[in-house]
């Protein structure tokens, strides 16, 4: 296991060769959390260990420990700036298939999006790739600008 790997999305966009749409959110305990890249909605953080990992047996004691409540910080975070019924929490990592640097997925779902596609669930996240909208740029600097000093707030849960 190397700390960095060209070419893998996660360690480039944390080694700064990819830039990060509305910036680093907040970095603590070997962790990194950051907007998501992908399709599923503005407010969908990455939860990341900074250094490639692709497998939870793989973690140091310490980023273990900090995981638990970093992931409450990060889902309560989410919950007081986008309000959304419900935050999914998810881990994801495969790469094409095979192992790739591990994430979680925290994602606010609205209303409104289980009215767009009629599924919830992994459903939901199915229906948001295939239908391949990724968030406006502007939309994840403006959501990264209200969760950012929410989730460094020092009465912030973790």
């Known amino acids: 296991m190397t ?40 407010g969908t953080l990455i939860v ?3 250094r490639h990992v692709r497998h939870v047996a793989e973690l140091s004691d310490g980023e273990s420990a900090a995981l638990g409540p970093l992931l409450r910080r ?8 986008v309000r959304p019924e419900q935050v999914y929490v998810c881990l994801w990592s495969h790469d094409g298939g095979t192992p790739g640097h591990l994430h979680f997925v925290v994602q606010p779902v609205t209303r409104a999006d ?13 229906a948001m790739f ?8 502007t939309a994840v600097a403006e959501v990264s ?14």
């Open 114 to 126: 289980l009215d767009r596609f009629g599924v919830f669930g992994p459903r939901l996240q199915l």
């Open 130 to 137: 295939d239908a391949k909208v990724t968030p406006d740029e």
């Open 48 to 50: 990341k260990p900074v």
């Open 3 to 42: 700390d960095d790997v060209v070419g893998c999305l996660a360690c480039d966009l944390t080694s700064g060769r990819r830039p990060v749409p509305g910036g680093v959110l907040l970095e603590v305990g070997g962790w990194r959390v950051e907007h998501c890249v992908g399709p599923l909605g503005v």
């Open 74 to 81: 990060v889902a309560a975070a989410v919950t007081e700036v």
């Open 145 to 158: 600008g209200r969760v950012r000093p929410v989730l460094q707030r020092a009465d912030q849960p973790g």
